[in-house]
């Protein structure tokens, strides 16, 4: 139903009590190429701020990912900062690192604040493009600030970069 009529789920989904309506946003899909880009941030901007927001900003941005990060990146750069935007973030960076490591490791380096919101979204980003590029990946270590971000994400991208190797002593 959330597929084929997503704005009458939608409103029903807001009639329900809480404990209900819990599950019945979990269960709450619509299709983000049917609704388009503008569409999924209209919906998005209906749901009550919290989990369920941010778990159908992710599902959303993931849809979007797939098809083309580019075109993610700007939707997700609508979504007001928080919790939303940062999972919906990572969700594109996931699939941009996969796609061009490099362009996403420079993403991620470039904007430290936005990348460090979601649950060290930029090490792993980094270190994920390492095991693609090392090179590019410890150059964007490097860029960054100096400070705990930087030794982190150095860390890990030389980690990666090193396979583990001396991960097991103690």
């Given at each position: 139903w959330s597929q084929?009529?997503?704005?009458?789920a939608?409103?029903?989904?807001?009639?329900?009590?809480?404990?209900?309506?819990?599950?019945?946003?979990?269960?709450?899909?619509?299709?983000?190429?049917?609704?388009?880009?503008?569409?999924c941030l209209k919906m998005l901007e209906s749901v009550p701020p919290g989990p369920a927001r941010t778990q159908l900003a992710f599902s959303f941005a993931d849809e979007m990912a797939r098809a083309d990060t580019?075109?993610?990146?700007?939707?997700?750069?609508?979504?007001?900062?928080?919790?939303?935007?940062?999972?919906?973030?990572?969700?594109?960076?996931?699939k941009w690192v996969d796609a061009d490591p490099e362009a996403a490791v420079q993403y991620a380096a470039a904007h430290p604040k936005e990348a460090s919101r979601s649950d060290d979204f930029l090490a792993l980003t980094i270190s994920?493009?390492?095991?693609?590029?090392?090179?590019?990946?410890?150059?964007?270590?490097?860029?960054?600030?100096?400070?705990?971000?930087?030794?982190?994400?150095?860390m890990q991208a030389i980690h990666s970069v090193s396979g583990g190797i001396g991960s097991d002593a103690a």
């Open positions: 084929s009529d997503p704005s009458a939608l409103a029903w989904i807001q009639t329900l009590p809480n404990l209900t309506q819990e599950s019945a946003w979990q269960a709450f899909r619509p299709d983000s190429q049917q609704l388009g880009a503008e569409g580019s075109s993610a990146l700007q939707w997700v750069e609508q979504i007001p900062a928080g919790e939303a935007r940062s999972l919906a973030l990572r969700a594109v960076l996931d994920r493009g390492a095991a693609q590029d090392n090179e590019s990946a410890l150059g964007s270590a490097r860029e960054l600030p100096a400070g705990k971000e930087r030794d982190i994400v150095a």
